[in-house]
């Protein structure tokens, strides 16, 4: 059963910045792809970012439209860990943020998606 454990959340006021990790219990250098997602109170779990990746090389990163070029996902395969720095955190950024992973060849990282594995979230706070 594969685990996934994100760390990093808090709360901060708006303009400030917070870097959220997520350790894998599997091999992440064979992955697919792996994701952020958040999830605002009464709102729908939206896509933040995602790293497809192959044979090991991380090759192509997509952002949602929100993020605006504040966001950066990257990954460590070393580590077994995907990381999101944030900056210039905004309140609507409140969110539960969770990490998700796919090792499935050709597959996606997209909400729905009956191969991605999710781990529990992370809260994130953003006050004006």
């Known amino acids: 059963q594969v685990q996934l454990v994100e760390s990093g959340g808090g709360s901060v006021q708006a303009g400030g910045s917070l870097t959220l990790s997520c350790a894998s219990s599997?091999?992440?250098?064979?992955?697919?792809?792996m994701a952020w997602f958040r999830q605002g109170p009464g709102k729908e779990r939206q896509r933040v970012a995602v790293?497809?990746?192959?044979?090991?090389?991380?090759?192509?990163?997509f952002y949602g439209r929100f993020v605006e070029g504040r966001f950066t996902i990257s990954q460590d395969n070393a580590k077994s860990t995907l990381s999101l720095r944030m900056n210039s955190l905004k309140p609507e950024d409140t969110a539960m943020y969770y990490c998700?992973?796919?090792?499935?060849?050709?597959?996606?990282?997209?909400?729905?998606?009956?191969?991605?594995?999710w781990g529990q979230g992370t809260q994130v706070t953003v006050s004006s």
């Open positions: 599997e091999n992440i250098a064979s992955v697919n792809c």
């Open positions: 790293l497809y990746t192959a044979g090991g090389t991380q090759y192509t990163r």
């Open positions: 998700a992973a796919n090792w499935e060849a050709d597959s996606t990282c997209e909400v729905g998606v009956e191969s991605l594995h």
